[in-house]
């Protein structure tokens, strides 16, 4: 991974289409590498996840193009390679895993090479059966999932409401998570993890952990899915 993650921090400093299109062999190879590494992620979360093991590469990728049409920064290219393993894909509402490589060490998002596991954009529906769940199965979310996610996995708090729903106490233990509408964990990792060997099955196994957790979102997801 060394090549794609220098290739990542000169496209951060030269991020125009003039410098892209003089390097695309460069990134076309960088991108064989990146979806090689993907396909090899599926199989590997694939063998504790039947849902993730029926995902194809194109369910789970991302261009590297950004949307600049309604965006203040104009800038063209993202600036790291990203990989959402859902069920039923990426634009399927449901929680996964996600794992990118970005252009620094321990920054914040999108620069940090980041794991996650969740999503970022729920049906509202879903969110109010979340909160619904986790107040009323609070010991066991709190004992049994989140306390066996792994070591470095925290709530993201991006995006959470200044104050807790009224229909919850203030004060309540799990009062935070009443706060949240994108229910994810994440964690960062550091170069050394990036350029070792093996990459995709020790992404794989920090990720295992938090299996509980995302059957658990998935479970009022799908809920909130039949009810569309």
Known sequence: MKELLQ?????????????????????????KRWNAFCEELIREVGAYDEDVARLTLRECTYKIYRDTRFRADKTPYKTHFGCFLAKGGKKSMHAGYYFHIGTGEGEEYPAAHMLAAGNYCYDPKAVKLLREDISSEWDRFSGEILANV????????????????????????????????????????DDDFITSDHLAHRVAERMRPTKPFLDFINRAVDYAIEEL
């Open 150 to 189: 792994g070591p470095g996995f925290v709530p993201d708090m991006e995006g959470a409401l200044k104050r807790v729903p009224r229909d919850y106490p203030a004060d309540a233990p799990y009062a935070d998570w009443m706060r949240m509408k994108s229910y994810c964990l994440v964690t960062t990792v």
């Open 7 to 31: 290739f990542l921090r000169d496209l951060d400093r030269n991020n125009n289409r003039e410098w892209f299109n003089a390097n695309k062999e460069r990134y076309l190879s960088v991108q």
